[in-house]
Nanobody
């Protein structure tokens, strides 16, 4: 059974930091590209960051470049999102995604991040 379990969300003041984790199970983690998405109230889900299967390539939304860092530990089947210099506009539910080709696409349940001004 495929599972993606996010953790690490919470309430933080503007300028603060949080580290999200996504623990994966039920599939060959090291073969999958991993991503973080977020969805703010009343807005569409948007891609925040993506990392290739062995971590050699990463990409970020312009809005988080220089502030967020995605990483993965294939030995622990876990992907991380280090979020620094948080802004109120970063407030959203953050979702972990695992993708392999066009057929395999898994989502976590999401974790709430709230940044107060």
């Amino acid at each position: 059974q495929v599972q993606l379990v996010e953790s690490g969300g919470g309430l933080v003041q503007a300028g603060g930091s949080l580290r999200l984790s996504c623990a994966a199970s039920g599939f060959t983690f090291s073969s999958y590209g991993m991503s973080w998405y977020r969805q703010a109230p009343g807005k569409e889900r948007e891609l925040v960051a993506v990392i290739s299967s062995f971590g050699g390539n990463t990409n970020y939304a312009d809005s988080v470049k220089g502030r967020f860092t995605i990483s993965r530990d294939n030995a622990k089947n876990t992907v991380y999102l280090q979020m620094n210099s948080l802004k109120p506009e970063d407030t959203a539910v953050y979702y972990c995604n695992a993708r392999y080709g066009f057929m395999y696409d898994y989502w976590g349940q999401g974790t709430q991040v709230t940044v107060s001004s």
